[in-house]
């Protein structure tokens, strides 16, 4: 009897070893299929023009600036309120007028839809028209996948994911919600995610040192967003909406709020609420994503005051793809599978 209990702990230890073996990438199909060259991308939001039917010269300075110095670059993630008012195709024509240097070479953006691509004509008290929640005029001028209102893409080893958080907001209740569809089409898309990392891409951020009513949005964000993506394992999250950049961990997920890439800037006011190991501050920027040898590096390059001239690095921080592994579980699942075949056999 002792020699079968020991054989059988054996077996468990074999098996779990291998399995391991497996996942690490040492002995994986998969993971030998992705040894690719170092690649990168960049991420950025927030470029709206101040007034409408206007160029913003911060917005053009800084694509121009993203476009020259990084010819490598696989594609730019944008977290969304690309023009001040989306349902006026007037800003839309000075949004592409102003990113000209990017579309000659043949730049590629992956958008998210933000709250300025649903307003309108800005009224005289300064709010604006009714909201086009059909988003008809921003998919007249973007060419995104899917629905182009929410979809999501695979790039080498990566798996993005964009959601719309525009479907439904209610500022009087501080009330966020997705709808069903889409909600369902989130599960859908990230429970058959089998890639080694997963990025989300959104405008609200789930999390906010701007101001009490931003904090609030945030809350309302994470309440409906985070325990989506606890359970189905997303590992970094971009968002937009706070004009300033905002880096934190929380529950094992990164968040970067960048919405620094020509609207006007905010001053966070209550960074009381950051936690340590937090990065913030208000300066217009963009963020280098370099992945090489299983690790992803995210650099923010930082610009002095209005001059957008010689950006500087002021934010670096590191994820190594291997620590994020989904599929913890295999080892014990396939354990307990050989435990019971063991025990049927005797």
């Avoid at 349902?87 to 579309?103: H, K, S």
């Avoid at 609200?204 to 409906?224: D, G």
């Avoid at 890439?261 to 006011?269: I, K, M, R, T, V």
Wanted: net charge negative; aromatic share 16%.
């Amino acid at each position: 009897m002792r020699s079968k209990s020991i054989k059988l702990m054996i077996l468990v230890l074999v098996v779990t070893s291998f399995s391991s073996f497996v996942q690490s990438g040492e002995f994986n199909v998969k993971a030998q299929n992705e040894s690719i060259d170092p690649w990168y991308f960049i991420a950025l939001g927030d470029s709206r023009n101040w007034y409408e039917n206007e160029s913003n010269p911060f917005r053009e300075a800084i694509i121009d600036d993203v476009v020259e110095n990084n010819p490598n670059m696989e594609f730019i993630l944008h977290s969304g309120d690309m023009v001040q008012s989306g349902g006026e195709q007037l800003d839309w024509d000075r949004y592409y007028e102003d990113i000209d240097l990017a579309v000659q070479n043949d730049v590629k953006f992956y958008y998210a839809v933000g709250n300025h691509e649903i307003y309108t004509y800005r009224l005289e008290d300064g709010s604006y028209g009714p909201s086009q929640t059909n988003f008809s005029t921003y998919m007249a001028n973007v060419e995104m996948p899917g629905n182009e209102r929410y979809y999501s893409f695979d790039f080498n080893q990566i798996h993005f994911i964009v959601i719309n958080t525009e479907e439904f907001w209610d500022d009087d209740d501080y009330f966020f919600d997705i709808t069903t569809e889409q909600k369902n089409w989130i599960i859908d898309d990230l429970s058959n995610d089998n890639s080694n990392f997963t990025i989300a891409l959104f405008h609200r951020p789930m999390y906010s040192i701007r101001s009490t009513y931003r904090v609030e949005n945030a809350q309302e964000i994470s309440k409906v967003l985070e325990p989506i993506f606890i359970e189905y394992g997303v590992d970094l999250v971009f968002s937009g909406h706070d004009h300033y950049y905002y880096r934190t961990t929380r529950d094992d997920i990164t968040h970067v709020v960048t919405g620094g890439s020509g609207a006007p800037l905010y001053d966070p006011e209550k960074t009381g609420l950051a936690i340590e190991g937090d990065v913030y501050f208000d300066k217009y920027h963009y963020v280098n994503v370099s992945v090489k040898d299983d690790v992803i590096k995210l650099e923010t390059l930082t610009y002095t005051g209005d001059n957008i001239e010689s950006p500087s690095i002021q934010d670096s921080f590191e994820i190594n793809l291997n620590e994020t592994d989904k599929t913890i579980f295999f080892p014990i699942f396939i354990s307990v599978i050989m435990i019971a075949l063991f025990r049927k056999r005797k």
